[in-house]
């Protein structure tokens, strides 16, 4: 088997000051499986060992109606939660925008917004995009291209000729305990539901495309040849549209096990993937990805709950409505789904909950084996 070296140049981005640490070289058994060049160091977890990462969705930047008012409102939120919370790292699950509204001339300068204060926490992160981020004026490519540029601790990526039209942001992350492992202890991986409207004006297809099943396949055979056998590691899943068995759990939700708001009622339609045979990357990803501990979806601003889906095993999250563009009701609040994994405890579960702008917790479960 061929190493290769590469130089990993560790810059302090999270301590908050700018000097760089002396380069250390880090063996990688397969360049594609260390995807992230400098400045972008490794994501890693914190010094004692535990991991939060924190979600923020459905932000629907750039409104026609009171729009100024409603970022401002959004960056406060997202400010005070990044201050309050420190994560380690924050997953912006989809509908940045609502491109419907977005004019060409200044779609970045809205973007920027959003990026502003992940920017200025130096916080690692990286985002999906939803059927609100395909429109006339803006297009899935353009937002991950223009965040790339845009914020140096950006993660997002696309993947060339997987994913459909609308659908070019599929791609993982690696995580690792130290920044010089070999192997990380955790893969994030994010899946793109298209939805929307192409620059054309045909509506896009609005569920993760079946030629991400097999790319799935093909990626974790290679990180298996790596890194060793999926087993050893866990894995979270993002997507902004929820499957199509989101359907079937919300039928059968019991509140005291799977609390949180269940205030939208998903139709077959528009509100979930299609059809059930949409949902083949959900069978690939079962079979392929061991200790995944969720599949975590915005799209339906009223639910909160975590389910789980039997005969796959996969349990599916749902975020908390971050902006305050978008439909919903003032009651329902707005807020972040936190995940937190404690030392040692990686492959075997992790505690996830909402929590709501004024610090206040709520829809807190345990995700392991147990967790129905
Ligand atoms: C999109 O861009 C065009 C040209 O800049 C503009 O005329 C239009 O108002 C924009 N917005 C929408 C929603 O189409
Ligand atoms: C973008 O342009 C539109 C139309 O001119 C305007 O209403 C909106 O406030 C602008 N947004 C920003 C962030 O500059
Ligand atoms: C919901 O779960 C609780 C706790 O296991 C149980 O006591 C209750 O009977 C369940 N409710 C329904 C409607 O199944």
Redesign the pocket.
């Known amino acids: 088997m061929m190493f290769s070296f590469q130089t990993l140049l560790v810059l302090t981005y999270l301590s908050g000051t700018s000097f760089a640490l002396p380069a250390v070289q880090i063996p990688l058994l397969n360049d594609a499986l260390d995807p992230y060049a400098s400045p972008r160091p490794r994501v890693t977890f914190s010094t004692d060992g535990s991991f939060k990462l924190l979600v923020f969705s459905d932000l629907h930047f ?1 409104e026609r109606d009171r ?2 008012e409603k970022d401002a409102q959004s960056v406060q939120l997202m400010t005070r939660i990044l201050a309050e919370e420190q994560p380690d790292y924050v997953v912006i699950n989809g509908d940045l925008l609502t491109g419907d509204d977005t ?1 060409a ?2 779609v970045t ?2 973007l920027d ?1 959003i990026f502003a204060p992940l920017n200025a926490a130096r916080v690692p992160f990286s985002s999906t995009h939803g059927n609100h981020d395909n429109h006339l004026n803006i297009t899935h490519a353009q937002e991950i291209e223009y965040e790339q540029a845009a914020a140096p601790l950006s993660y997002t990526r696309a993947s060339p000729g997987v994913g459909g039209q609308g659908g070019e942001g599929c791609y993982w992350v690696p995580v690792y305990k130290n920044a010089d492992d070999e192997a990380p202890a955790l893969v994030l991986w994010f899946f793109d539901s298209r939805g929307g409207i192409s620059s054309s004006g045909e509506a896009l297809a609005d569920w993760v495309d079946e030629s991400v099943a097999e790319w799935i396949a093909r990626e974790t055979e290679q990180m298996n040849d790596a890194w060793g056998p999926s087993e050893q590691r866990a894995a979270l899943a993002f997507t902004h549209i929820p499957p199509h068995f989101a359907l079937d759990l919300q039928a059968n939700l019991n509140s005291t096990l799977e609390p949180g708001l269940n205030e939208d009622h998903m139709g077959p339609h528009g509100s979930t993937q299609s059809t059930p045979g949409n949902d083949a990357f959900i069978s690939s990803l079962a079979h392929n990805v061991k200790n995944l501990h969720a599949l975590v979806s915005g799209h339906d601003h009223g639910l909160e709950w975590c389910k789980r889906e039997t005969t796959t095993g996969v349990v599916l999250c749902f975020n908390k409505h971050s902006g305050y563009g978008g439909y919903g009701q003032d009651w329902w609040g707005f807020g972040a789904r936190i995940f937190q994994f404690a030392p040692d405890e990686v492959t075997r579960g992790v505690e996830t909950w909402i929590r709501l702008e004024d610090g206040s917790v709520r829809a807190k479960v345990h995700l392991n084996s147990q967790y129905e």
Request: aromatic share 12%; glycine share 22%; no cysteine.
């Open positions: 750039g729009g100024d004019f001339s200044n300068a809205v917004q």
